[in-house]
């Protein structure tokens, strides 16, 4: 704990103002209520980014009384049946549900994080009436992006573009009816798009990544990028690293950049995009991100989605076996 305690005063010195405590699942740590108290302790805002599903009520209170700022809860459907199905969790979703009372009870701000797709997409409406009825304020409609393990079920989910087309609509008028109740935050496919998004923020801008065993990531997917050194914060302290790691400095700013980003007018407008799909999907860390019309495999991308999500989907890889609600309520703090 003493480490933690140590990472998160440097990150507070080092300008960070705050902390998203993600997983994995952060609520099967133990110290979780004295990383909390220490984050508060030296002025970080914290967000707690869960499941839902381990969470007791008494743990809740006690991360509020420890001065919790924010809670972010995933849901996979609002159907429980389907919903269940995709998270690999029987009773999960009567346990998100709980858990979102619960928040909004302790007064707690809670955010609903909807990740979207061919097999929750029709349910789009429901998903938003569900975050008015938990009363969240905020919510998270974000299409899959197909990195790390979403990549190996790219076909069980990667939508149509009518349902993309459509589901922009469906935020779009929520948006207007819910003024002053709901604010929807829209994350479009990247394998439609037009433009890339500025993944992280630009690579090493703006976010850094710890991971529980203390090596420090520019974004959480970077391991699958061959050829970075991540440094850890057992070896060096956080500012050098963010400062002069080998591997935020490998895609920092717009030195590393090859064509068509190097003389591009949006090079500094997204970055030339996500490093991990380039990767991915053109094989090399440095080009364009293939959601970009101007990278040479965007068509091949485009063609990709599409036949994927015009062919039935195929059944869901899941990495654990399914978790009984039984053992699960057995497992809970
Ligand atoms: Fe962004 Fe590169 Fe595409 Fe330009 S060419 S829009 S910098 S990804
Ligand atoms: Fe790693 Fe986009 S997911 S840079």
Redesign the pocket.
Known sequence: MAEWQDVLRQAARLGVLQVHLSGGEPTVRRDLEEIVATAVEVGLYTNLITAGVLLTRARLEELAARGLDHVQLSIQDVQPANADRIAHYEGGHAKKRELARWVCELGLPLTINAPVHRQNLDRLPDIIDFAVEMGAGRLEVAHI?Y?GWALANRAALMPTREQVRRSADIVESARERLKGILIIDFVVPDYYATWPKP??GG?GRGIVNVTPSGKVL?????E??PGLVFDNVRDKPLAEIWLRGQAFQQ?RGTDWMIEPCRSCERREIDWG?????AFAIAGDARAA?PACVKSSRHAEMVALAEREAGAPPPPLVYRRPRKPASLAAAESP
């Open positions: 992006q990195y993944c992280m690579w520019p974004c959480h997917a970077a699958t990028i895609f995009g996500c490093r991990c799909q991100d």
